[in-house]
């Protein structure tokens, strides 16, 4: 009886987490949009303050996070997730650093991965 009781609820926890996998990528894709607009905003030749750069490197580097985070089940999706990861962070350091020129060039390098993991994420079209 209890061996039943034991498959039951893996079963019911296994139905369960199905759902989660098609949530996973919506959110993946909704996150990699927005790390990608914050990416394209900080590339502009705008003359902005210390305190907007440290702003837009932090939601960066928490965007990018997120999808490191969320990409943990699909090595593909991870590795895309690693390089942006990378970029940005070193983006926020210089953007802390005020270095706006090295903050603008690391945004454009991680810009290819976002691309690439939004295409990846994106809904399937019917």
Do not use: C
Not at 63 to 75: C, F, M, P, R, V
């Amino acid at each position: 009886m209890n061996r039943r009781i034991a498959v039951s609820i893996l079963v019911v926890l296994a139905l369960t987490a199905l759902p989660a996998f098609p949530q996973s990528k919506t959110r993946i894709h909704a996150d990699a949009t927005s790390l990608a607009a914050t990416l394209h905003d900080a590339q502009t030749n705008v003359n902005v303050s210390a305190s907007v750069w440290r702003v837009v490197g932090n939601e960066a580097n928490a965007l990018a996070n997120k999808l490191y985070g969320a990409t943990a089940g699909n090595s593909a999706a991870r590795g895309l997730a690693t390089d942006i990861r990378t970029h940005v962070r070193m983006m926020r350091e210089a953007a802390l650093a005020g270095n706006a020129t090295e903050a603008r060039r690391h945004a454009a390098e991680a810009m290819p991965f976002v691309h690439r993991l939004v295409e990846w994420a994106a809904p399937a079209s019917t």
